[in-house]
């Protein structure tokens, strides 16, 4: 299977929570990032988890991680309109390596 | 923001031909990457850079070469470009390699016909 696995698409209604959810193969991974991606632009990024933590809030924003399962979460508290978007799972192997490896992308509908 | 400029934005070129994409940053940071963006694959490392003149290759080099000759420039070059080089390219800065925050540039869309 891919190295970071994501589900392509989620639609949520405005003011509900998200969850978008991420799987890795790669045991080894030290920190893990959620990063957004809004139409005709680059990358934001909007946290990360070193793999050592279980969770991580911040605001609106709370990462999950499960190391045994390699399974990575972002819930997103009172999903706005403006969060629409596509959200991007990405881990950093071992300590030294630069090279980050991505998950495909969850596009993100919120209906008004 | 951080400060990175991608350039140009948009280009449209022939098989063939030669493409040069620059990276520029004013953040001074000392790693700097080159990525592409493709529908079904997300984004795959090109290159990187940790320093000037110091590079490596990513996951999808070939095809691909790039120099850094200062710490602000970055820059990707496509020898011979080919229809499958037909992508959207960031950039990317970070402070150290590890764990830390990598700023994106706005992208360039790269059309070889």
């Known amino acids: 299977g891919e190295d970071v696995e994501q589900s392509l698409f989620l639609s949520v209604r405005e003011g509900d929570s998200s969850v978008i959810n991420c799987t890795y193969t790669?045991?080894?991974?030290?920190?893990l990032y959620w990063y957004k991606q809004e139409p005709g632009a680059g990358l934001q990024l909007l946290t990360y988890?070193?793999?050592?933590?279980d969770m991580k809030q911040d605001q609106r924003l709370t990462v999950l991680l499960n190391k045994k399962d390699k399974h990575l979460s972002l819930r997103i508290a009172d999903t706005q309109t403006g969060d629409s978007a596509i959200y991007f799972c990405?881990?950093?192997?071992?300590?030294?390596?630069?090279?980050?490896?991505f998950g495909k992308g969850t596009k993100l509908s919120v209906i008004p | 923001d951080a400060g990175i400029t991608q350039s140009p934005r948009h280009k449209v070129t022939e098989t063939g031909t030669p493409v040069t994409l620059r990276c520029h940053q004013t953040e001074n940071h000392r790693y700097m990457y080159w990525y592409r963006q493709d529908p079904g694959h997300g984004l795959r490392l090109i290159h990187y850079s940790y320093g000037v003149k110091d590079t490596d290759k990513g996951e999808v080099s070939d095809g691909y070469s790039v120099s850094r000759s200062k710490t602000e420039d970055f820059l990707l070059t496509l020898e011979s470009a080919t229809s499958s080089q037909t992508s959207v390219y960031f950039c990317?800065?970070?402070?150290?390699?590890?764990?830390?925050?990598?700023?994106f540039g706005q992208g360039t869309r790269l059309t070889v016909v």
């Open positions: 990405a881990r950093q192997s071992g300590a030294g390596s630069y090279q980050l490896t």
């Open positions: 988890i070193f793999s050592n933590m």
């Open positions: 990317a800065i970070s402070e150290s390699g590890g764990g830390t925050e990598a700023f």
């Open positions: 790669d045991s080894s991974s030290t920190y």
